[in-house]
């Protein structure tokens, strides 16, 4: 990807310097439940669990120990990298959403971390891997996680991996500003858990869509090979291919986020159309 002396965003905080040892109270699991709660209620509510997220979180962490260093010219570089790539995501998302006469696009924060990271959604380590809190509207991204896609995984890497990622994220925040994420979790509310599972993979997939369609409006900027590196990582995050790495069997009941050729489609679908009106991955699950 061409990034190098391109303009930065100014929604980057990188706290990759910074790293907190200690036990965390609210992490995986039940950081998953309180982004479940924000997105459900939302706006005051919202607001009004975040205190007790971290009351709970307060009570129940016992030692922590907070140290800094100063980041390497590669972590500097790779810093400089992702205020690019969310800068581009700023600029996409301003013009789709002029065109499509979505109102002002609220432009999120990024958060760069390692370890351990306090949120609106409360404290999250890293093995949360990269992930939104509706409750802040920040992405929240370890970078250690990109080389446990490839080593663990099986993706290729490269800077567009990361990229696809990111735009993923940032698709959450835009399901976020548009009422789909509420939406979700309303329609979840007295559904089995395999009918609810169907809705979080729709979510998903939506997501990797918008992902798709930021690298339409970002195409001047691509190097040859880029695709493939987001194809490749969005087959490894595919339920399927996770479970049978990790498992060795799969459970399609199961499944939250689709099947590696879910994911690739679906952000080719974004690629390829450049069409917003083209996102309804609800239609295409649940019929």
């Given at each position: 990807?061409?990034?190098?002396?391109?303009?930065?965003?100014?929604?980057?905080?990188?706290?990759?310097?910074?790293?907190?040892?200690?036990?965390?109270?609210?992490?995986?699991?039940?950081?998953?439940?309180?982004?479940?709660?924000?997105?459900?209620?939302?706006?005051?509510?919202?607001?009004?669990?975040?205190?007790?997220?971290?009351?709970?979180?307060?009570?129940?962490?016992?030692?922590?120990?907070?140290?800094?260093?100063?980041?390497?010219?590669?972590?500097?570089?790779?810093?400089?990298?992702?205020?690019?790539?969310?800068?581009?995501?700023?600029?996409?998302?301003?013009?789709?959403?002029?065109?499509?006469?979505?109102?002002?696009?609220?432009?999120?924060?990024?958060?760069?971390?390692?370890?351990?990271?306090?949120?609106?959604?409360?404290?999250?380590s890293s093995a949360s891997?990269?992930?939104?809190?509706?409750?802040?509207?920040?992405?929240?991204m370890d970078l250690a996680?990109?080389?446990?896609?490839?080593?663990?995984?099986?993706?290729?890497?490269?800077?567009?991996?990361?990229?696809?990622?990111?735009?993923?994220?940032?698709?959450?925040?835009?399901?976020?500003?548009?009422?789909?994420?509420?939406?979700?979790?309303?329609?979840?509310?007295?559904?089995?858990?395999?009918?609810?599972?169907?809705?979080?993979?729709?979510?998903?997939?939506?997501?990797?869509?918008?992902?798709?369609?930021?690298?339409?409006?970002?195409?001047?900027?691509?190097?040859?090979?880029?695709?493939?590196?987001?194809?490749?990582?969005?087959?490894?995050?595919?339920?399927?291919?996770?479970?049978?790495?990790?498992?060795?069997?799969?459970?399609?009941?199961?499944?939250?986020?689709?099947?590696?050729?879910?994911?690739?489609?679906?952000?080719?679908?974004?690629?390829?159309?450049?069409?917003?009106?083209?996102?309804?991955?609800?239609?295409?699950?649940?019929?």
């Amino acid at each position: 990807m061409k990034w190098k002396g391109r303009r930065k965003s100014g929604n980057l905080d990188d706290r990759r310097g910074m790293s907190t040892k200690g036990k965390v109270a609210a992490g995986g699991g039940v950081i998953a439940v309180i982004v479940i709660l924000l997105q459900l209620f939302g706006g005051e509510t919202g607001q009004q669990i975040a205190p007790i997220v971290e009351q709970i979180n307060n009570s129940r962490t016992t030692t922590q120990q907070t140290t800094s260093r100063e980041l390497t010219s590669a972590e500097q570089e790779m810093g400089d990298f992702m205020a690019t790539v969310l800068a581009d995501t700023e600029d996409v998302w301003n013009q789709l959403f002029r065109q499509n006469n979505l109102g002002d696009y609220k432009e999120p924060q990024m958060v760069l971390f390692t370890d351990v990271v306090n949120t609106r959604c409360g404290k999250a380590s890293s093995a949360s891997g990269p992930f939104y809190c509706p409750g802040d509207q920040k992405v929240y991204m370890d970078l250690a996680f990109f080389k446990e896609l490839r080593t663990r995984f099986g993706a290729k890497g490269g800077d567009f991996a990361i990229a696809y990622v990111t735009a993923h994220e940032i698709g959450h925040h835009v399901q976020t500003l548009l009422g789909t994420s509420r939406q979700v979790q309303q329609a979840k509310q007295g559904r089995s858990q395999a009918d609810a599972n169907k809705l979080s993979v729709a979510q998903e997939l939506q997501a990797d869509f918008y992902a798709g369609l930021w690298a339409h409006y970002n195409k001047k900027y691509l190097d040859e090979g880029d695709i493939e590196e987001a194809l490749s990582a969005a087959q490894a995050v595919g339920d399927d291919a996770i479970q049978k790495r990790t498992r060795g069997y799969v459970q399609p009941d199961s499944f939250t986020h689709g099947t590696s050729r879910q994911r690739m489609e679906w952000f080719m679908k974004g690629f390829r159309s450049g069409d917003m009106s083209q996102h309804d991955t609800f239609k295409a699950i649940l019929n």
